[in-house]
C-alpha cells in the first residue's frame, strides 16, 4: 500500500499508468503470470528478507486473469482479488502470516508485489513525548487489541523510543477517538522524542494444523499512486 494523505496533487505515476501498472502485476496483461505466497516476516521492497512459509504441504497458490477484479480508483488506485484464494490444508503448522506477495513463479522466482495481511490504508500520525508514547491519528478507527504497524517510508521521521519500539507488529493498549498507545511484545512503547510517520491495521493470522487458508473476494489488496 503507499500513503497519499489528502491531497492528489503528487508527483508519480498518473492514474492511468497506475492501473495499468496494477493490472500488469496481477497478470490482467496476460504477460506475467503470478502466485499468491504468504509470509510470516516481510523485507524490503527489493525484495530480500521475506521469510516465506515453508513445509506442512504449503504450496504458492497460481492466479489467473479472472481471479483479479481490475485496477480501478484514484490516489491511489486499487486492485483487489474477485475470487477467492484458497492454499492447501496445512499438514504441520505454517505459523503467523502477516503479509502475502505475488511471485512470477510457481517457486523462487522474484518477488513482484507485497502488502500486509488486511484491506486497510496507510494513516498519517504523529507521535507524543511520552510514556507511553501517544499516536495521533484523527478517526482512525481502531480498537484496543488491534496489530498496527507504523512506518516512515512515505515520509516523516521515527521517534525516539526506550523499553521497546516502533518497528515490526504493535499492539493496541488503548484507544480513543483520535488517539492511542502501543505495545510491542507485551511492554508499553515509550517515547523520548516526539515523531510522525504511516500507521496501518493489519490482521496477522495463525495457520494451525489442518487448517485450509482462504482469502474471499477483496481480503487481498495492491495500492499503487
Same mark, same amino acid.
Given at each position: 500500500?503507499?500513503?497519499? #494523505?489528502?491531497?492528489?496533487?503528487?508527483?508519480?505515476?498518473?492514474?492511468?499508468?497506475?492501473?495499468?501498472?496494477?493490472?500488469?502485476?496481477?497478470?490482467?496483461?496476460?504477460?506475467?503470470?503470478?502466485?499468491?505466497?504468504?509470509?510470516?516476516?516481510?523485507?524490503?521492497?527489493?525484495?530480500?528478507?521475506?521469510?516465506?512459509?515453508?513445509?506442512?504441504?504449503?504450496?504458492?497458490?497460481?492466479?489467473?486473469?479472472?481471479?483479479?477484479?481490475?485496477?480501478?480508483?484514484?490516489?491511489?488506485?486499487?486492485?483487489?482479488?474477485?475470487?477467492?484464494?484458497?492454499?492447501?490444508?496445512?499438514?504441520?503448522?505454517? #505459523?503467523?502470516?502477516?503479509?502475502?506477495?505475488?511471485?512470477?513463479?510457481?517457486?523462487? #522466482?522474484?518477488?513482484?508485489?507485497?502488502?500486509?495481511?488486511? @484491506?486497510? @490504508?496507510?494513516?498519517?500520525?504523529?507521535?507524543?513525548?511520552?510514556?507511553?508514547?501517544?499516536?495521533?491519528?484523527?478517526?482512525?478507527?481502531?480498537?484496543? #487489541?488491534?496489530?498496527?504497524?507504523?512506518?516512515?517510508?512515505?515520509?516523516?521521521?521515527?521517534?525516539?523510543?526506550?523499553?521497546?519500539?516502533?518497528?515490526?507488529?504493535?499492539?493496541?493498549?488503548?484507544?480513543?477517538?483520535?488517539?492511542?498507545?502501543?505495545?510491542?511484545?507485551?511492554?508499553?512503547?515509550?517515547?523520548?522524542?516526539?515523531?510522525?510517520?504511516?500507521?496501518?491495521?493489519?490482521?496477522?493470522?495463525?495457520?494451525?494444523?489442518?487448517?485450509?487458508?482462504?482469502?474471499?473476494?477483496?481480503?487481498?489488496?495492491?495500492?499503487?499512486?
Amino acid at each position: 500500500m503507499a500513503f497519499t #494523505g489528502d491531497d492528489e496533487r503528487m508527483t508519480g505515476y498518473t492514474d492511468y499508468f497506475a492501473r495499468k501498472s496494477l493490472n500488469a502485476a496481477t497478470g490482467q496483461d496476460g504477460v506475467v503470470p503470478t502466485w499468491v505466497a504468504l509470509f510470516t516476516a516481510v523485507g524490503v521492497d527489493a525484495g530480500t528478507g521475506f521469510t516465506e512459509v515453508t513445509g506442512g504441504s504449503y504450496a504458492r497458490v497460481s492466479t489467473s486473469t479472472s481471479t483479479w477484479n481490475a485496477a480501478t480508483g484514484s490516489a491511489p488506485s486499487t486492485i483487489s482479488n474477485a475470487l477467492a484464494i484458497t492454499f492447501p490444508t496445512a499438514s504441520a503448522s505454517w #505459523g503467523t502470516i502477516i503479509a502475502w506477495g505475488l511471485y512470477d513463479a510457481a517457486t523462487a #522466482g522474484n518477488l513482484i508485489a507485497w502488502d500486509y495481511m488486511g @484491506n486497510f @490504508n496507510w494513516l498519517p500520525a504523529t507521535v507524543s513525548l511520552a510514556s507511553p508514547g501517544v499516536i495521533t491519528s484523527p478517526a482512525h478507527g481502531y480498537s484496543v #487489541g488491534n496489530t498496527v504497524i507504523f512506518s516512515t517510508e512515505y515520509g516523516g521521521v521515527a521517534p525516539s523510543f526506550s523499553a521497546s519500539n516502533f518497528t515490526g507488529q504493535l499492539v493496541l493498549a488503548h484507544a480513543a477517538t483520535d488517539t492511542f498507545d502501543v505495545t510491542n511484545a507485551s511492554t508499553a512503547v515509550n517515547t523520548s522524542s516526539t515523531g510522525d510517520g504511516s500507521v496501518r491495521k493489519i490482521l496477522p493470522t495463525v495457520v494451525g494444523t489442518g487448517a485450509t487458508p482462504s482469502y474471499g473476494s477483496g481480503a487481498l489488496a495492491l495500492y499503487c499512486t
